[in-house]
């Protein structure tokens, strides 16, 4: 592993000390739903075995499964890690103090808002205070529960400290998380992934990770999905080479750490609460693995930076006045315009989303939002095409009654 060290001063003078990194060349493999392998050191997957009694170098054979036992081969997704010591070697499970009181995995009256008005919030500040990527997710809006396994969560990230120690495991789904300011170095079972703006790292429920922040402070989104895993549209009359392009997916190459890591912590959310756990070693000590149920990351192909914008079912939504008005004054000159260093992405569910109360009540929501559509105007004219609405009508009401008569 390549060392680095590196002291980040951001506006509000907090510094942050980065220690060690990733390599400048980063090594992955392609592909989208396919079977991978690879290995840290060679010979430490089995050969002709999932999980032989005695693996190579003494290894523990363990599977993480993305699906159930006996779903279809199609459908099924499951990895085998080869590690130096089991996931299952941990004390139990105690609930997280002091309570992260923003996260959420079952919507319903109790703890969200249904409310279809389109909604805005700003750029939200980045703590002052040491705040790592757990302490700074929280939770927007979403529909369904985790525990009935259907529904998904929109989350947003604030961080300005790597994490510390621990690691974080997602019980409740699969995040697909998008980085607005600042690079992540995101270290996993499988080994590790530099996800930069204007890319999208997802990782899988069940996986354990360690988010570090080699920029200084960071801000994104999280998708959460809860009973599925992502998948890539169906191609159809677009035709073989439309959409996203399945090489254009990159999974991790094997790394591993080794050595007594005392006090280590995972952090498992649970039903959308958090829960510690104590353990004396690294869960990055997987030298070889092999399946289809992985990390990976991507690249993704008018928002103000950092914000947001909620358009609920049903609720009309569309071009701004300002940029309306500005078309129209083009006449026959306008046409499509290229915008460049920028992105704009949508998450969308056919689910109705309930909001949070904190998002509703952030003082970082646009209230005024609606007012960008307020000043739209008619510009309908029928002096040109010698439109006669009365007359066409009329005639048409002739030709019904010759018709039937006849």
Known sequence: MEKRAAVVRDGDGLVMVVVGGFPDDMDYQSGFGNHFSSEAIAGALPRGQNSPLICPFGLYAEQISGTSFTSPRKLNQRSWLYRIKPSVTHEPFRPRSPTHKKLVSEFDRSNTVANPTQLRWKPVDIPTSPTDFIDGLYTICGAGSSFLRHGYAIHMYTANKSMDNCAFCDADGDFLVVPQQGRLWITTECGRLEVSPGEIAVLPQGFRFVVDLPDGPSRGYVAEVFGTHFQLPDLGPIGANGLAA????????????EGPRPGFTIVQKFGGELFNAQQDFSPFNVVAWHGNYVPYKAKADGFLPGGASLHSCMTPHGPDTKTYEATIARGNEAGPQKITDTMAFMFESCLMPR?????????????????????????????KTNCKSTDLQNELKENECQSHHG
Do not use: M, N
């Open 355 to 383: 909001t949070c109360p904190w998002a509703l009540d952030s003082p970082f929501r646009d209230r005024d939002y609606y007012q960008c559509w307020i000043g739209l105007k008619s510009h309908f004219s029928c002096e």
């Open 246 to 257: 399945s090489r254009d997916f990159l999974v991790p190459t094997a790394w591993f750490e």
